[in-house]
């Protein structure tokens, strides 16, 4: 007479069969390369950029040597439409633009490309 009330389980060849084919499935996904924190660390720091010009109401070539300071050859800046510096980027870029007043109520339009190769 054999015992029933044995401990453990017996895999079957069907769910056996299943579970290769799951474990197989699951390799074949390709997770998507993460950028680390990179992207969010540039839009970050042109956040940051665009808060301190919000407070200075800097010149243009104040803006283009904070730019270049802050992200090298990197980066594209213009101001109310117009180019102040011009980089050309042919990877991943990230965009930062903030509409600020000035003294007087004036609206300037600041918008900072920086190219994270």
Known sequence: ?????????????????????????????????????TELLVIQQANDLLKVWSVTYPSNNEIVFDTREL??????????????????CFGDAVSSEAILLDDFLIEREFVINVCLD
């Open 71 to 88: 992200f090298g050859s990197k980066a594209s800046v213009s101001v109310d439409r117009i180019k102040i510096l011009n980089n050309t």
């Open 1 to 37: 007479m054999s015992k029933k009330n044995q401990r453990g389980f017996v895999f079957t060849l069907e769910s056996t069969i299943a579970i290769l084919v799951f474990s197989l499935l699951l390799l074949t996904i390709s997770f998507p390369a993460s950028n680390s924190m």
